[in-house]
C-alpha cells in the first residue's frame, strides 16, 4: 500500500494505530517529510530526574492526540515519524548519570573534585561520553537531512539540541536560536559537566553560524550567565517574565510583544522550547519548574506568528518533558505542543497544512 492508499483508507477521527508510529500514523519514514529524533538523555541533572523518558511519554500520550488540527489540518497527511534512538543512548544515560551524582553531591558539599582522582576520573568519562552523545545525534540528523527530511528533536534534557545544533551549523551558514524556558542556561560547565544541561546555550555560542539566540521567559538565572549575555555584542537578547509581565501588566499586548521578539530574530530560525518555560501546571514533573511563566496558548501564538512572519523555520527541538509517576499530563502536554511544532515547522517550509477550521 503506498502513502496516497494509507491516507485515503486511514480514519484519522478515530484513535491513533497502536502499532503505528507517533501520534498513531500509519506511515513509514519514506513517506514522512517530518522526522523526529528522540534523546533519551539526562546524566548531568542535578534536581528533578526522569526527562530521559520524555521521548516515550510524549510517544505514548501521542495516540490520543485528535488529528484535525484546527490550524494545520492537513498536517497529519504530511506524515511524521519518530527514529528509533539507539539502544545504548538510554542505556549510557542511567550508566553516567549514577556516576555523575557522587560528583554532584562533593559540589555540594564544597569539595574539590580535582582532589578526588576517582571523582576526577568519573568527570572525565562523562564529558566525553556526553560528547560522544552529541557526534551521534549530529550525524543521526544529518543522516535524515540527507534523505530530504525536514528534523527535529525531542529530548531528554536540555543538553540534548547541540548536536541538532551542530547539524543545522552545517546546512546552514546562519541561524538564530528562539529560546523559551524559565533558565537562561548559559552557565559555563556547570558542576564541572561540559556539556550540561545548564549549559547548552553558552556551548552553542561557540558556533560561528548561530548569529542570535532570543530568550524569552527566562525567571533563573546567575552573575556568571549575566556576564555572558553583556559579552555577547548582541548574540544573546533576554526578555525576563518579570519584564514581559510589567509590559503585559501596563498595557502592552501579546501580540506587540510577539512582533517585538519575532523582528530581534534573523531570518533563518531553529526553534528550542524547554517545557518548564510554561507554567509549572503544564508541567509538573519538569526537573527544574519556576514559578511563573506563559501559557500553552502563547506559545503557540508566537510561533504561528513567527511562521506567518516570511522568517524560515528550519528546525525545532521540544525537551525537558518529564512523565509523572500517577499520571501522563506533562507526556500529553508535551504531545500537544510537539505536534503543534510540527505544524509551523512544515508550513514554514512551504508544506500543505491545509487552510485553518473556522467556525
Given at each position: 500500500?503506498?502513502?496516497?492508499?494509507k491516507?485515503?483508507?486511514?480514519?484519522?477521527?478515530?484513535?491513533?494505530?497502536?502499532?503505528?508510529?507517533?501520534?498513531?500514523?500509519?506511515?513509514?519514514?519514506?513517506?514522512?517529510?517530518?522526522?523526529?529524533?528522540?534523546?533519551?538523555?539526562?546524566?548531568?541533572?542535578?534536581?528533578?530526574?526522569?526527562?530521559?523518558?520524555?521521548?516515550?511519554?510524549?510517544?505514548d500520550?501521542?495516540?490520543?492526540?485528535?488529528?484535525?488540527?484546527?490550524?494545520?489540518?492537513?498536517?497529519?497527511?504530511?506524515?511524521?515519524?519518530?527514529?528509533?534512538?539507539?539502544?545504548?543512548?538510554a542505556?549510557?544515560?542511567?550508566?553516567?548519570?549514577?556516576?555523575?551524582?557522587p560528583?554532584?553531591?562533593?559540589?555540594?558539599?564544597?569539595?574539590?573534585?580535582?582532589?578526588?582522582?576517582?571523582?576526577?576520573?568519573?568527570?572525565?568519562?562523562?564529558?566525553?561520553?556526553?560528547?560522544?552523545?552529541?557526534?551521534e545525534?549530529?550525524?543521526?540528523?544529518?543522516?535524515?537531512?540527507?534523505?530530504?527530511?525536514?528534523?527535529?528533536?525531542?529530548?531528554?534534557?536540555?543538553?540534548?539540541?547541540l548536536?541538532?545544533?551542530?547539524?543545522?551549523?552545517?546546512?546552514?551558514?546562519?541561524?538564530?536560536?528562539?529560546?523559551?524556558?524559565?533558565?537562561?542556561?548559559?552557565?559555563?560547565?556547570?558542576?564541572?559537566?561540559?556539556?550540561?544541561?545548564?549549559?547548552?546555550?553558552?556551548?552553542?555560542?561557540?558556533?560561528?553560524?548561530?548569529?542570535?539566540?532570543?530568550?524569552?521567559?527566562?525567571?533563573d538565572?546567575?552573575?556568571?550567565?549575566?556576564?555572558?549575555?553583556?559579552?555577547?555584542?548582541?548574540?544573546?537578547?533576554?526578555?525576563?517574565?518579570?519584564?514581559?509581565?510589567?509590559?503585559?501588566?501596563?498595557?502592552?499586548?501579546?501580540?506587540?510583544?510577539?512582533?517585538?521578539?519575532?523582528?530581534?530574530?534573523?531570518q533563518?530560525?531553529?526553534?528550542?522550547?524547554?517545557?518548564?518555560?510554561m507554567?509549572?501546571?503544564?508541567?509538573?514533573?519538569?526537573?527544574?519548574?519556576v514559578?511563573?511563566?506563559?501559557?500553552?496558548?502563547?506559545?503557540?501564538?508566537?510561533?504561528?506568528?513567527l511562521?506567518?512572519?516570511g522568517?524560515?523555520?528550519?528546525?525545532?527541538?521540544?525537551?525537558?518533558?518529564?512523565?509523572?509517576?500517577?499520571?501522563?499530563w506533562?507526556?500529553?502536554?508535551?504531545?500537544?505542543?510537539?505536534?503543534?511544532?510540527?505544524?509551523?515547522?512544515?508550513?514554514?517550509?512551504?508544506?500543505?497544512?491545509g487552510?485553518?477550521?473556522?467556525?
Amino acid at each position: 500500500m503506498n502513502k496516497q492508499q494509507k491516507i485515503e483508507s486511514f480514519d484519522p477521527s478515530q484513535p491513533g494505530l497502536a502499532d503505528a508510529t507517533v501520534f498513531g500514523l500509519p506511515f513509514t519514514s519514506e513517506e514522512s517529510e517530518i522526522v523526529i529524533v528522540p534523546v533519551p538523555w539526562e546524566v548531568t541533572v542535578s534536581y528533578g530526574a526522569g526527562t530521559s523518558e520524555g521521548p516515550d511519554a510524549v510517544l505514548d500520550a501521542s495516540f490520543q492526540v485528535d488529528l484535525l488540527h484546527q490550524d494545520f489540518p492537513e498536517l497529519w497527511k504530511l506524515g511524521i515519524y519518530m527514529d528509533h534512538a539507539p539502544e545504548h543512548w538510554a542505556k549510557n544515560s542511567d550508566k553516567y548519570k549514577s556516576l555523575a551524582q557522587p560528583i554532584i553531591e562533593a559540589l555540594e558539599n564544597g569539595e574539590d573534585v580535582s582532589t578526588f582522582p576517582a571523582l576526577q576520573s568519573d568527570l572525565d568519562k562523562i564529558n566525553k561520553v556526553c560528547r560522544e552523545l552529541h557526534t551521534e545525534v549530529k550525524e543521526r540528523v544529518l543522516f535524515w537531512q540527507r534523505q530530504g527530511k525536514k528534523v527535529a528533536l525531542l529530548g531528554g534534557d536540555h543538553s540534548t539540541p547541540l548536536g541538532y545544533y551542530e547539524a543545522l551549523a552545517e546546512t546552514h551558514e546562519s541561524f538564530g536560536i528562539l529560546h523559551l524556558d524559565a533558565h537562561m542556561d548559559l552557565r559555563i560547565a556547570y558542576e564541572g559537566f561540559t556539556y550540561s544541561h545548564a549549559s547548552i546555550m553558552y556551548n552553542t555560542l561557540q558556533l560561528p553560524q548561530v548569529s542570535k539566540i532570543v530568550q524569552i521567559g527566562i525567571r533563573d538565572f546567575c552573575e556568571q550567565e549575566v556576564d555572558v549575555v553583556k559579552k555577547s555584542n548582541g548574540r544573546v537578547i533576554v526578555h525576563t517574565d518579570a519584564d514581559m509581565k510589567a509590559k503585559a501588566f501596563e498595557g502592552l499586548s501579546w501580540k506587540d510583544q510577539c512582533d517585538e521578539i519575532i523582528a530581534q530574530l534573523p531570518q533563518k530560525v531553529t526553534i528550542s522550547f524547554d517545557i518548564d518555560g510554561m507554567y509549572p501546571w503544564y508541567c509538573p514533573n519538569t526537573g527544574t519548574p519556576v514559578p511563573g511563566g506563559f501559557s500553552f496558548e502563547q506559545a503557540t501564538y508566537l510561533f504561528n506568528k513567527l511562521a506567518e512572519s516570511g522568517k524560515e523555520i528550519i528546525g525545532f527541538d521540544l525537551v525537558e518533558v518529564a512523565p509523572g509517576e500517577n499520571d501522563d499530563w506533562d507526556g500529553n502536554v508535551g504531545a500537544r505542543m510537539l505536534f503543534h511544532m510540527c505544524g509551523v515547522f512544515a508550513k514554514s517550509q512551504n508544506l500543505n497544512v491545509g487552510k485553518k477550521v473556522t467556525f
